[in-house]
């Protein structure tokens, strides 16, 4: 590996401070004339390439995308390995990762301000999208570039902003008729309270499958929670041990086996002795043996990537709006275990 | 909130591209002088405050952070949790984290080399320590500010850069006096392969406290393998299923409780039988019920950030080896739970 010169070097090599060789750099009338003639001839000495950074500064293009780092809660999520992705397939493009956290959509917009105030990032990369998701059309109005890794959901057209996200829908239905296809009938569903895009997505594949089974293919799809699956469905605060308490409920009242819309709960109801199917495929599921549902989340960060360097790198400098719009859909796998 | 104004509100307001407000502000002299004056008039009337990541090219300060994501293996690791720590404490300083990926030190070298001359972070933070590790004196060569969450292994003196770690050694000391006070005298462990620094620390406290247990208090500090302690020990290649082999044989050499290097390990042995704690308090343990140790890390990621701003805005523009090296040793808990 050939070693660059770095700004370190020049400083040692002219016997001043880094920040001093960055003042000569970028704000030569600081020194003093003596100093900026040591530091000039210390830089063509090592061959000190200037400054990338302020190069891509006059460019206008800071070469970063922002990412929210979420929050651990049970830690039975899966971002970190959704994050290394980014990171990897960001790598490749010519793109770095710069990260920050936030507690809602108001602190995080006061922190899309702060970065681009300071960092002016390319691009964001939205992750965790919901109903009624203000990050979005605050990102759109300023003509920013983003994507979302999630569908915006409750907009009727599925959003005109590029997004990235994976079909928890199939993936439930998927689950559905492996159990179907081991004899089940009469199959429970645990989920999360209504108001989540994600948990509503989830249960839909569920249901619909169920329905298809029952025979009922034909007549309106808002019939879900008709004939058997309102009884074999319950709700739950994503709890282990709601998972339990609703496994256990479910099968007093018929279900000879259960999908659930995450391995949180899934964990708690392979206490209730049923087959069970997780969802994420979380290090949990492969510890305890639970079947589950695994995202493609490094195809997912390489997909938020392409389409955001798709749009910057456009011959007008990518602003959102230009071109149609880029909605990617991966499906799930399901993987086999112990539990089903 | 409000509303800071943007370049892009005044690529708006002036009807071109951000590219163009970028290239005005930053070189006019690419730009049309006709251009230039509708951007300069869009600045003035919105208040736009020119450009602070210009600004920090001047003060030669990039307010950036960089850190490894590490791989997930088998998900079973707990690095989430320190990057969402930095990420907070990092913010709460005026600093931000960007990521980079890398395979193995002359990988994760290049990068910091492309980084310097594409970012110029102002300090790295390294993850992963090991013996031999090449990465810290090549920063350390080139005078440039890092941390280290995890000691210097192999250097005698314990490394004269800065570093955060906790303390492996008494983690398993506390989880063999734990069992030890449950009335077991024939505690086994079950370690990873020699040529870990992590792996001997942890394996330390448990053959330090066997001994101390033993009455055997006095004498060299290297006669671990003697006596009882080398009929107890295993060494594994990390994994689930060597964990258990190792839990069985350990139980029929006459051990009635284990320690164990990591939660991969014991999730394998807690299959055997007998007392089992962990390290690392992953979300398996808590799944599972394992009882394990758990290391502070949003205090580590505080404290890796408070050493970095410490040297950073130091008035002499903080060069490592200027003033007292920190090193700060934190201890971990034992989280108590079913398996011991």
Redesign the interface.
């Known amino acids: 590996?050939p070693?660059?010169v770095?700004?370190?070097?020049v400083?040692?090599q002219a016997g001043v401070?880094?920040?001093t060789?960055?003042?000569v750099l970028?704000?030569p009338e600081l020194v003093r004339e003596e100093t900026r003639e040591r530091v000039r001839q210390a830089v063509e000495q090592l061959g000190y390439?200037v400054?990338?950074?302020?190069r891509?500064?006059?460019?206008?293009r800071?070469?970063?995308l922002a990412v929210r780092?979420?929050?651990?809660q049970?830690?039975?999520n899966?971002?970190?390995?959704f994050?290394?992705g980014l990171?990897?397939s960001a790598?490749k493009a010519g793109y770095?990762?710069?990260?920050?956290?936030a507690d809602d959509d108001?602190s995080e917009?006061?922190t899309f301000?702060d970065?681009?105030?300071?960092?002016?990032p390319d691009a964001f990369v939205l992750t965790s999208t919901h109903y009624g998701d203000v990050r979005t059309s605050w990102l759109e109005e300023?003509?920013?570039a983003f994507v979302t890794f999630g569908r915006p959901w409750g907009t009727p057209d599925g959003g005109g902003h590029p997004w990235v996200d994976v079909d928890g829908a199939a993936g439930t239905a998927a689950a559905t008729r492996r159990l179907a296809g081991a004899g089940h009938r009469r199959i429970g569903y645990i989920g999360w309270q209504e108001g989540s895009g994600v948990g509503d997505d989830r249960r839909s594949g569920w249901a619909r499958t169920m329905k298809d089974l029952s025979g009922t293919t034909t007549g309106d799809t808002d019939g879900d929670k008709s004939g058997d699956t309102g009884v074999l469905e319950r709700r739950t605060d994503g709890s282990?041990a709601e998972g339990e308490a609703a496994a256990r409920e479910l099968i007093a009242a018929g279900a000879t086996a259960l999908v659930c819309v995450s391995d949180s709960v899934a964990?708690g109801a392979t206490q209730a002795g049923v087959p069970v199917v997780g969802f994420d495929d979380?290090?949990?599921a492969?510890?305890?043996g639970l079947t589950s549902l695994s995202q493609p989340l490094s195809e997912a960060a390489a997909c938020c990537v392409e389409v955001l360097t798709g749009r910057l790198d456009a011959p007008?400098?990518g602003?959102p709006g230009d071109g149609p719009p880029d909605h990617v859909l991966l499906e799930p796998s399901l993987v086999i275990r112990r539990t089903a």
């Open positions: 590996m070693e660059k770095t700004i370190a070097d400083a040692r401070s880094r920040q060789v960055s003042n970028n704000a390439r400054n990338q950074a302020a891509r500064m006059r460019t206008g800071s070469r970063l780092i979420e929050r651990t049970d830690g039975m899966v971002f970190d390995r994050l290394h990171t990897e790598a770095r990762v710069i990260l920050y956290s108001r917009i006061a301000d970065l681009l105030g300071a960092y002016e300023r003509g920013l282990t964990l979380t290090p949990v492969a510890a305890i007008d400098g602003s």
